[in-house]
């Protein structure tokens, strides 16, 4: 069925069959092997570099930049038995892309040979033309400087083409004022002032030997997979990275068989092949599966150093759309592709700990006992209450704006869950103290031959923005095209002044010759006295707690025009200032550009819509009309009278869109303000809603117009069809 560039795509989609090269070789001799390594830097540098990149590493200690000759050189050896030619910069503009600009190896010399050079100082500092991306007003363009500087605590590795390979350092992009142009500087400078709070906590819990404290972090990556063939025939996907049209489908979210049921061959093969490219890239790939809608799937890497995860999530994003490629198939990673079936997310699980310590948000089977678990616990309890605000920020986008609060994803109120056994730890701390854990159990199975399965102590809650599972706790607002660093910098910033506030807290009772007990009892029971209010276990989702929340007086920012406006908020801009994350003119101009790209994305949709309603909806609905109205004078000629409903109701729809379509021809006509936040309150009051009456008509239109006229694949036809 459907008109004719649709049924070439639907033939060549079932047409389609996997071409495989055989079996891999085998896991070990994969994992890391493109990566630059702690262990390839053993055997290849002298002993007393190798100690101190490993100290800078683990530790946190600074490099003296006179080594970096060494590693440079040792990078490049590597590099070129690897089959690179050239070497890369990669760094994290603010559009939460990842950028990179390639320099060749080769040097030519002055008798026409050539020379591969790669010295420290090309190491340490490159110079990419900052001037094309965006920087919120942090730079004129007579000064558009930009320097990115190399990360050392992020390991370079190397990109395979069958052309040629390229070297790839991470590293941080900064004006050449030093001011932050990236999402990976203030995620360095969150995670060092976490630690220094932390380390604090530590010692007043007699860590002494604590060198630094680490966040960790393990994201869930859901994406959508659609045969290319569908793609190309969805302008809206191929500009809007989203369907700006398409009738939902009438088995849409009813699709629950979906829910880790079989994966496809198609995508099962994407998926080995997928893991075995991130393997070698060291990327930790761990769990894959169905996800709640057709189409839909998740990848799960385990868990590592914010800072490593971040990077390699970032790679990982580029490297699922590549691997879909070569299976015919497009990645999606947009946080709503389709509208009325569920979106995609990316929960974000973090702990923190150290070497020495481990998880530090391991609660132990007597969490009541875990005095310094509970520390931690509350300071996040505190930290989520007073800075609410800035985690929703922190995950403010167009796209994601469709899935907070859509009954699918976490509503737009900051919460946090404890689950049962936690909570009941708090109450008792908030009534004096604990003095009991309630027991995890063993799950009964009743049949004997079965091992005992371990039950948890509390159950999931999914339905919470920020839950705690078990030891770690799970963000689970940000979107599936986000970069893990805001909400990773926010959850360093909070973590900093409320684990700040509890060690000067403790060190003054200390000093007053208070008992350590007590005095750990006494922050515990102000925390959950004061921000209590922030926990919450049921269930999100409803209505009842849009109104609890209201009086609990905690935020519900449900667009990004609201939540952006939370970096005006004195307590964040002194939160990340004070901790050196970022300062207030580093803070305004992420604000600047988050609202920027806002704008754009929806100028863009809105442009889309408009034309893709103009080119390809109405001629169809004209066309319709036609045969009907043909087959309506046929009838008549014939004798036959009749009112013709069809007819009629196209008509009227097609006179409704037409309509619809000047309105938004207007607004977007009016699309102009004199600030960055005018222009997005602009797109948020304006062109959202002239879209979205477009689309209205338009999706009528479809269940109307005869299918074999209609122009565009079908959600159907997309979700379905793999
Ligand atoms: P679920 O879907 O049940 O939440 P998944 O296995 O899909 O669980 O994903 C859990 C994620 O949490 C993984 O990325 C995992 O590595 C990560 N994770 C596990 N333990 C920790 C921890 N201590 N700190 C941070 N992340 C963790
Ligand atoms: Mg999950």
Request: hydrophobic share 40%; charged share 20%.
């Amino acid at each position: 069925s459907g008109s004719m560039s649709r049924r070439q795509a639907i033939e060549a989609v079932t047409n389609y069959s996997v071409e495989t090269d055989g079996f891999p070789e085998p896991l070990a001799d994969t994992f890391g092997r493109n990566v630059f390594t702690l262990s390839v830097m053993k055997a290849r540098l002298p002993k007393h570099v190798f100690k101190a990149v490993s100290a800078t590493i683990d530790k946190g200690a600074p490099l003296d930049p006179t080594l970096a000759d060494y590693v440079a050189s040792a990078m490049k050896d590597w590099a070129i038995e690897k089959g690179a030619s050239h070497y890369a910069h990669v760094f994290y503009p603010l559009t939460g892309f990842t950028a990179e600009k390639h320099d060749s190896f080769l040097e030519p010399d002055s008798s026409g040979a050539s020379l591969a050079e790669f010295q420290g100082k090309t190491l340490l500092q490159g110079e990419p033309d900052a001037s094309s991306f965006p920087n919120g007003g942090l730079r004129g363009t007579f000064e558009a400087r930009g320097y990115t500087g190399w990360d050392v605590t992020s390991p370079a590795y190397i990109m395979e083409n069958p052309n040629g390979n390229t070297l790839c350092i991470p590293t941080i992009f900064i004006s050449w004022t030093g001011e932050a142009l990236d999402k990976k500087t203030p995620l360095l400078r969150s995670q060092q002032a976490m630690s220094k709070q932390a380390m604090r906590v530590l010692r007043l819990f007699g860590h002494t030997d604590v060198d630094t404290v680490v966040s960790y972090a393990g994201a869930e990556q859901e994406y959508f997979l659609i045969d290319r063939h569908f793609y190309f025939a969805r302008p809206d996907l191929m500009t809007a990275s989203r369907t700006l049209f398409g009738d939902k489908p009438s088995k849409g979210q009813e699709f629950d068989d979906h829910y880790f049921g079989a994966i496809p061959d198609r995508v099962l093969a994407f998926m080995i092949e997928l893991d075995r490219e991130l393997f070698k890239q060291g990327i930790p790939a761990k769990t894959r599966h169905n996800e709640v809608a057709p189409g839909q799937f998740e990848l799960a890497p385990v868990f590592e150093k914010s800072n490593l995860a971040h990077d390699h999530q970032q790679l990982m994003m580029t490297t699922m759309k590549n691997v879909a490629e070569r299976y015919g198939m497009v990645c999606l990673l947009h946080e709503k592709p389709f509208a009325g079936v569920n979106g995609s997310g990316k929960h974000v699980n973090f702990s923190l700990g150290n070497n020495n310590q481990g998880n530090l948000l391991n609660p132990g089977d007597t969490p009541h006992e875990n005095e310094q678990f509970l520390v931690f616990c509350a300071a996040i309890i505190r930290g989520v209450h007073k800075f609410g605000g800035l985690l929703r920020a922190s995950i403010a986008s167009a796209s994601n704006d469709h899935r907070l609060g859509a009954n699918e994803a976490p509503p737009a109120i900051i919460s946090i869950f404890l689950g049962e056994q936690l909570m009941d730890v708090f109450d008792q701390i908030a009534k004096g103290g604990a003095k009991a854990s309630k027991e995890s159990g063993v799950l009964e199975l009743g049949v004997d031959t079965l091992p005992p399965l371990k039950a948890d102590a509390g159950d999931r809650n999914r339905t919470s923005p920020f839950a705690f599972t078990g030891n770690r706790f799970e963000f689970r607002a940000p979107g599936s095209n986000q970069s893990i660093a805001d909400p990773m910098i926010a959850i360093n910033a909070m973590l900093a002044e409320s684990l700040d506030y509890v060690a000067n807290f403790l060190e003054k009772e200390l000093a007053d010759g208070v008992e350590f007990d007590a005095a750990v009892q006494k922050v515990l029971e102000g925390i959950i006295v004061e921000h209590g209010k922030v926990v919450f276990n049921g269930n999100g989702y409803s209505d009842e707690w849009q109104e609890e929340a209201a009086s609990r007086g905690l935020l519900n920012l449900r667009t990004t025009v609201d939540a952006m406006a939370q970096y005006d908020e004195p307590a964040i801009q002194e939160v990340m200032s004070a901790y050196g994350i970022l300062s207030n003119r580093e803070l305004k101009a992420r604000k600047e550009v988050v609202l920027e790209q806002y704008s754009l994305a929806l100028l863009v949709e809105a442009k889309e819509t408009l034309e893709i309603a103009k080119t390809m909806i109405l001629p169809a609905a004209n066309r319709y009309q036609g045969e009907l109205a043909g087959t309506a004078a046929s009838l008549k000629a014939a004798g036959i009278e009749t009112d013709h409903p069809v007819l009629m109701s196209v008509t009227k729809s097609t006179k409704d869109l037409y309509a619809a379509m000047l309105t938004l021809e207007e607004a977007i006509g009016g699309f102009h303000a004199d600030t960055v936040e005018g222009e997005a309150e602009y797109a948020l009051k304006s062109l959202i809603p002239a879209m979205v009456d477009v689309r209205t008509v338009a999706d009528k239109l479809e269940s109307i117009v005869a299918d074999d006229l209609w122009p565009l694949p079908t959600y159907h036809e997309m979700l379905t069809i793999l």
